[in-house]
């Protein structure tokens, strides 16, 4: 069953602007993290958050994490086509390993 | 080498053949996992084991059997699908994760692969 909604579920902006994507989640987590996955392959970690911080970088990648609202989100800065694919965030529950991707955002970059 | 390897790409299978897909890790990982991702949807987690033994089952039909013969691989064998099972099948590792915040591990991906059952 999928926790995490995303909205919005699709985006569409032109190359060198921000893009934007956020995750809610309904119960407690270990963690958050972010994956990119290109049409018909397979998924790309891009970053984890962990459940006592409140905000990552990776890159051109910005991520953060509100534990009391059960939100993130994930800013791309400056993208480019290269970036085109979907977004999904994952949780993790406490007790075990268990990852549980949202809805995802399929992001379309128009150079 | 964060690398899981996935074969075959592509499988087309009549409903009542046997076959299976193959995964293989050479990371270390004690964790490993199968998800099944149908088309402009979330992959959905099938299984999961841990250090070569299935600690989650997601209530999956037993014509999907999975086997982890040892610690860099796991297979799904298939037999008797049904259409609806075509999908993107994907599999996972990691290491196998504390209870608590600070495990925060990594799941990493294989390409997968695409099953048609006709």
């Known amino acids: 069953s999928q926790q995490g909604e995303e909205d919005p579920q699709a985006l569409s902006i032109q190359e060198g602007e921000n893009a934007t994507m956020n995750c809610s989640y309904k119960t407690s987590i270990n963690n958050l993290q972010w994956y990119r996955q290109n049409s018909g392959r397979g998924l790309v970690h891009l970053i984890l958050i962990r459940s006592n911080e409140r905000e990552k970088h990776s890159g051109r990648l910005r991520v953060t994490l509100d534990t009391s609202k059960k939100s993130s989100s994930l800013l791309i800065t400056a993208s480019r086509a290269a970036d085109t694919a979907s977004y999904f965030c994952?949780?993790?529950?406490?007790?075990?390993?268990?990852?549980?991707f949202g809805t995802g955002t399929r992001l379309l970059v128009s150079p | 080498d964060t690398e899981v390897t996935q074969t075959p790409k592509h499988l087309v299978m009549g409903m009542t053949n046997k076959k299976s897909l193959k995964c293989e890790q050479h990371?270390?990982?004690?964790?490993m996992y199968w998800y099944k991702q149908k088309a402009k949807k979330p992959p959905e987690l099938m299984f999961v084991?841990?250090?070569?033994?299935?600690?989650i089952n997601e209530s999956v039909p037993s014509r999907f059997s999975p086997e982890c013969p040892n610690s860099s691989l796991l297979n799904l064998h298939l037999h008797a699908l049904q259409p609806e099972d075509s999908a993107l099948y994907l599999c996972a590792s990691s290491q196998v994760g504390g209870t608590d915040f600070r495990s925060g591990n990594t799941i990493y991906f294989g390409e997968g692969s695409w099953l048609t059952v006709v």
């Open positions: 084991y841990s250090y070569e033994k299935l600690s």
């Open positions: 990371m270390g990982h004690r964790a």
């Open positions: 994952a949780t993790t529950n406490t007790g075990f390993q268990k990852l549980v």
